[in-house]
Nanobody, 116 residues
Framework: VQLVESGGGLVQAGGSLRLSCAAS????????MHWYRQAPGKQREWVAG??????STNYADSVKGRFTISKDTNTMYLQMDSLKPEDTAVYYC????????????WGQGTLVTVSS
């Protein structure tokens, strides 16, 4: 399984961006998928997660009500609204895959910069 993010960029505070994470390879073996982010000088943090069928989603408190995670057959999305400067980070998608879901794969990351 391989993951490739896109959609990052520069946006003003209050604006919106939509990130995409395209999966390829053994897509049928993918279990839960997640978005993480890492701000400069900080540890990587979990942002949101979605179950394989897309029926259940979870969010970090810091983005709840502003970000929406979704997915279709081979792409996961993160709709980011009401962006704040503190949302500035490199955003990574992550997936667990394999019969027991014990394999993990990361994308290369996409930079989101929110100006004040």
């Amino acid at each position: 399984v391989q993951l490739v993010e896109s959609g990052g960029g520069l946006v003003q505070a209050g604006g919106s961006l939509r990130l995409s994470c395209a999966a390829s390879g053994n897509i049928a073996s993918i279990n839960a998928m997640h978005w993480y982010r890492q701000a400069p000088g900080k540890q990587r943090e979990w942002v949101a997660g979605i179950t394989p069928g897309g029926g259940s989603t979870n969010y970090a408190d810091s983005v709840k009500g502003r970000f929406t995670i979704s997915k279709d057959t081979n792409t996961m999305y993160l709709q980011m609204d009401s962006l704040k400067p503190e949302d500035t980070a490199v955003y990574y998608c992550n997936a667990n895959w394999g019969p027991q879901g014990d394999h993990e794969v990361w994308g290369q990351g996409t930079l989101v910069t929110v100006s004040s």
